[in-house]
């Protein structure tokens, strides 16, 4: 049996920690937009410095920041992700990945000190 719980959510998506019954492994899924994929915690830390990357290059851009011309790729080793998102939601993906990573570094610390 796996089970979903809920990591992080914004506008834009959630973030997901999957689960197997008997399994001591764990999968991230992110859905954004109403699309899925499963990610590990280390893509899940490229990811989001390719996300500040493309923000820092586009924030040098001169169209309108409302403009859905932003085009978020991201590429793994068997995982490529494409994306086009509007300025702002741009800031939600962000958001979204550095909020799905904060809370998971801070259930390792808590387990680490035994407050969980």
């Known amino acids: 049996m796996k089970t979903f719980t809920e990591i992080y959510s914004n506008n834009l998506g959630t973030s997901y920690e999957l689960s197997e019954f008997g399994s001591n492994e764990k ?10 994929f499963y990610i590990n915690k280390s893509e899940l830390e490229a990811f989001v410095k390719s ?24 590429q ?18 962000k958001d979204l990945l550095k909020g799905t990573e904060f809370k998971l570094s801070l259930e390792t610390v808590l387990n680490k000190f035994k407050i969980l």
């Open 27 to 36: 999968f991230l899924v992110l859905e954004v937009n109403e699309i899925s």
């Open 76 to 93: 793994a080793k068997q995982i490529e992700i494409r994306m086009l998102l509007s300025y702002n939601q741009l800031f939600y993906l």
């Open 51 to 74: 996300t500040e990357i493309i923000i820092n290059h586009h924030s040098q851009c001169t169209c309108p920041p409302d403009l859905e011309n932003k085009m978020v790729v991201y």
